[in-house]
């Protein structure tokens, strides 16, 4: 009989990872998510004219300004197309309101270069994802602009300030116990106010699939995620609908399906094994709830992000451990049978 060695004792460096992440293989994760991120881009736009273009260039520019200056004081080996940065910065782009001033995308991206990336060795090496932790440091400090919306097929200026009537989201009517006013085709189209870039759902949809094709995202994570929060909100409804509307509406409205296919999916801040990469996604998916539900904020899901990276380690020992136990208890039916 084979000799069990504790899943604590077993280093995680012998395991076999899902995802090579060597340079080129990162490289090349960041351009299939600078592609995905690109319809959306072009939606906002469609909605609100030239101002999206400009906020996603100010902020992707401060995130690589920030990590090129890192990368030279610290004499880092590094290469000019390192797409990471571009990453976040659209990631921070899309979840902000098109009519946002311009300062706030460059401080969030500053943000989350130079204080989440880069103090822990650049890419590849960072322990939070630093596109949800630079959009909750815009959200807690300019929530009135962050979570205030203008009306879609409006046209924005591009330059100075915006004259538009801002809105609250279907996700603060939510919070506030209310039913959105938004019919299922606009839903679906994201022709509702919201996040430039995480309401067309459809579009999501449809660049979700790419990813999956290009093995760029595993699908045990947006699968985990989607899944716990549509049983959440089934069985605990806030608005009085019935369970199945209640879960369209929490899905759709905010930026729960963009969380589920843009910043979960990271490859260098979750789980490494198959079995807690899809409980990695279940536990996000709850505590995105929790935080839309209980938090101060109506989006949640960059602090369940920034939470469950915090996880990601003990998961994937938990999920170890836990085939380990499963494996020993097989075998030793097996030999009992015998």
């Not at 490289?27 to 600078?34: K, T």
């Not at 690109?38 to 101002?51: H, I, N």
């Not at 300062?103 to 270069?113: E, Q, V």
């Not at 836990?322 to 049978?337: D, G, Q």
Request: aromatic content about 14%; proline content about 6%; hydrophobic content about 50%.
């Amino acid at each position: 009989m084979k000799e069990f060695i504790p899943a604590a004792k077993r280093p995680l460096t012998k395991r076999k990872p899902l995802i090579l992440l060597s340079r080129d293989s990162s490289n090349a994760m960041m351009g299939d998510m600078v592609i995905a991120m690109l319809p959306l881009l072009v939606m906002a736009c469609y909605f609100y004219g030239s101002r999206p273009l400009m906020v996603a260039l100010y902020s992707v520019a401060a995130c690589k300004a920030a990590d090129c200056l890192c990368n030279w004081i610290a004499r880092r080996k590094w290469m000019f197309a390192d797409l990471s940065p571009v990453v976040t910065g659209l990631v921070i782009a899309m979840l902000l309101p098109a009519s946002i001033p311009y300062y706030i995308p460059i401080a969030a991206g500053l943000f989350a270069i130079l204080v989440v990336k880069q103090p822990f060795g650049g890419t590849g090496n960072n322990l939070f994802n630093p596109a949800a932790a630079g959009f909750a440091f815009a959200a807690v400090c300019w929530p009135q602009l962050v979570f205030h919306y203008p009306q879609p097929l409006e046209r924005l200026e591009a330059a100075g300030e915006v004259t538009a009537r801002l809105m609250e989201g279907s996700a603060h009517t939510l919070k506030l116990g209310g039913i959105p006013s938004i019919d299922w085709q606009e839903l679906l189209l994201g022709n509702f106010a919201g996040p430039m870039g995480a309401t067309h759902i459809l579009v999501m949809a449809t660049c979700l699939i790419f990813l999956l094709a290009r093995k760029t995202a595993d699908w045990r994570i947006p699968l985990g995620f989607v899944f716990s929060a549509a049983l959440f909100s089934f069985f605990f409804s806030r608005i009085p609908t019935s369970p199945l509307n209640s879960v369209c509406f929490e899905l759709f409205s905010g930026s729960v399906i963009f969380t589920a296919i843009y910043m979960i999916t990271d490859p260098v801040t979750s789980p490494k094994t198959g079995l807690g990469r899809f409980l990695y996604g279940l536990t996000a998916g709850l505590f995105t709830m929790l935080f839309r539900y209980y938090g101060g904020f109506e989006q949640g899901g960059m602090f369940a992000v920034l939470f469950c990276n915090a996880l990601a380690f003990a998961i994937d020992r938990g999920a170890i451990s836990a085939k380990e136990y499963i494996r020993r208890v097989c075998v030793e039916l097996v030999n009992f049978k015998k």
